[in-house]
Every structure is written in structure tokens, then in C-alpha cells.
């Protein structure tokens, strides 16, 4: 039997609640948030810490979602693992964002992907995401894995081990508290489940 990968996306913050585009902006929980991951924890939602080797992104986020769900307990940071930097998107509504005519072309599915102006191309993060998801799989052949993260880096992350199973990338987007349970057999990923 094999190990397992955990993705948990951080709570929700005010860009969540207000459906902003926001990245690199280091937003905090808000109360819903903290709410939520504590009934989710108590309900058993997420996974034993025993033994795992444990991350986050560093940002404010995902360190609060951290320690309402693991407590104190010492982690690793994986810079590469923050969320995409939507440069003069950031902290917009999406009623703001489909002004931009490259943007709406983007998000209605007229085109692939986007580089967002300021901020990041869209090769630069993938090929970040790519590095830190390398570090999360170089552990899982020795402890499960847990990374609380966010959802452009998940859905990322989900794309690149399961390429055929969603339409779209962003698809795979968990909602805020969320996320997924890769199982890994000779450290390839194999099935996955939703948690949360």
C-alpha cells in the first residue's frame, strides 16, 4: 500500500467571500473561515499529522488554516507553492476583471491560458508549481504528505498528476477548506478522493 498526499486548500479570506481575484496579496482568515475549518476538523475531515511530513506555502492564509487544523506542530515552507500573482488583477472583482478584453477571452474559454500584466506568466507559474510539487512527491515514498495550499496551486498540481480527468485546469479548483487525497503506488500518483 502505498502513501498518500494531502492537498488542503486554506479557508475562506475576504477574497474568497467577495469572489476577488487576489494572489499575492497576503490576506488573512476571515471569521467564516476559521468557522469552518473547525467543523471540518472536528468532524474528521482532514488527515492525522502523525508521522507526515507537513507544509504549507508560508502565506498568512495557509499558516492560520495550519494551525486550526494541525496545532503547533512544526512544518516545512515551500515558497514555490504560493499562490499566482494576478499583477493589476489583484484584489479586482470579477465583474472588474471581465472589463479586460483578454481576461473575459480567458475565463469564457476563448483562450488557454493567460499572462496576467504585472504579474505572473503563466509558464513561470506552472513551472514553479512543478518545483514545489517535485518536493511534496520526493516525500511521499517514505511518510504521507500534507500541503495546506491554495486553489490556482492545487488545481495546478491536480493537472499535472491527472492530466485527462478535468476539461479545464481550474476545474479542479477545491472550495476553501477543501481538497484532496492523492494515493501514491511506487511514487506515482494512482487515485484521488475530495476531502473536506
Not at 58 to 73: A, D, P, V, Y
Request: charged share 30%.
Amino acid at each position: 500500500m502505498g502513501n498518500t498526499l494531502y492537498l488542503i486548500r486554506h479557508g475562506d479570506t475576504e477574497g474568497t467571500l467577495k469572489d476577488m481575484f487576489y494572489g499575492s496579496t497576503d490576506l488573512p482568515l476571515v471569521e467564516q473561515g476559521v468557522q469552518q475549518i473547525k467543523a471540518l476538523r472536528d468532524k474528521g475531515a482532514y488527515p492525522k499529522p502523525d508521522g507526515a511530513k507537513l507544509y504549507t506555502s508560508g502565506m498568512l492564509r495557509t499558516e492560520q488554516t495550519f494551525k486550526l487544523i494541525f496545532g503547533n506542530r512544526d512544518h516545512e515552507i515551500i515558497h514555490d507553492l504560493r499562490e499566482v500573482g494576478v499583477g493589476i488583477f489583484e484584489m479586482k472583482t470579477m465583474e472588474e476583471v471581465l472589463q479586460h478584453d483578454e481576461a473575459r477571452a480567458w475565463l469564457e474559454g476563448k483562450k488557454d491560458f493567460m499572462d496576467f500584466p504585472d504579474g505572473e506568466t503563466n509558464d513561470g507559474f506552472i513551472e514553479r508549481v512543478a518545483r514545489g510539487l517535485d518536493v511534496l512527491k520526493g516525500d511521499i515514498q517514505h511518510s504521507d504528505v500534507v500541503g495546506v495550499l491554495h486553489g490556482a496551486v492545487i488545481f495546478t498540481c491536480m493537472e499535472m498528476m491527472f492530466p485527462a480527468v478535468k476539461e479545464k485546469a481550474w476545474h479542479w479548483t477545491p472550495s476553501p477548506a477543501s481538497g484532496y487525497a492523492i494515493t501514491f503506488t511506487d511514487k506515482k500518483p494512482i487515485e484521488y478522493r475530495e476531502i473536506g
